[in-house]
């Protein structure tokens, strides 16, 4: 039976989990604290400590995904987490000849570049990662350790994410006047359309070699849904839903930003189950209005 390991399994990595071991897929995670979970293999091990990681050379995966969340906003944190994280976890599947693909989550934040003059590019795969703050600089860093793997390996630059315990917009369209003064594009990935999508990947990539496999030897996807749409946008109708009064100028006109395009993931053949902000709100808000 294959093996996949997750390195970082908090709220999306617990889904990937969840979603593989539904699949009968033998399934292994790395956290920092144990947990209980059906079906999972759970290993405690800290990616910044390599000698907590040494259990991971024994159970030589097909599979490695690469999903931990930086334990804070600080350049120390990113490179800990992000850099030297997976320079460790990467030691130790030196001799794992078994290792087929490395999947690394990485995010948009790689694309710094805002276009005010141009509002209507949509930035793809194709467009260069122009990095403006440390973590930018340190997602590319760590993007830049998987190029010497002997194995493949796929780069998926999220947006952001939201769903189940994600409420940040709609605290934010709560609170009218704590919105932002300037109204900016935005993009956005419901938590478990980003899981799916690795789950999608990771069955390609075990598929057996007669299976085209040409979805994974892309060496990176933009995992976004398929509307940018602006702040003010997605503020305004959280707030009607909510019964809130909003500010009296609304229509602000859209002030940098960046648009996003998910073209390359959606010709692999997968479907979006909440392909704009409005699905994928709509199945939130009824606990808030309880």
Partial sequence: MAKVLIIGCGDLGGEVARQLVALDIKTFAVRRTVTQSHGVTYIQADVAQTASLEALKAIQPEILIYCVAASGQTDT???????????????????NSNLKHVFFV?????????????????????????????????LLEAESLLLPLGCSNTVLRLSGIYGPGRLRMINLAKSPERWPLQ???????????????????????????????????????????SKSVSQYEVLNWLAGKLHVSTPGNVNLPIEGGKRLSNKAMLATGFTLQYPDYQAGYQTLLPQQLD
């Avoid at 790689?110 to 949509?122: A, F, P």
């Avoid at 930035?123 to 403006?132: G, L, P």
């Avoid at 478990?192 to 994974?216: E, Y």
């Fill in 183 to 225: 109204n900016s594009w935005t993009n956005r990935i419901h938590r478990d359309d980003a899981a799916a999508f690795i789950v999608f990947l990771v069955r390609q990539a075990l598929a057996p070699p007669v299976v085209s496999r040409t979805m994974v030897t892309r060496s990176c996807y933009i995992v976004t849904d």
């Fill in 106 to 138: 990485s995010s948009t934040r790689v694309y710094g570049q805002s276009y005010e003059k141009n509002t209507d590019k949509l930035i793809d795969e194709t467009d260069a990662a122009i990095a403006i703050d440390f973590g930018g600089y340190r």
């Fill in 77 to 95: 944190q990113y490179k800990a987490q992000y850099v030297d994280g997976l320079r460790n976890v990467l030691a130790t599947q030196s001799e």
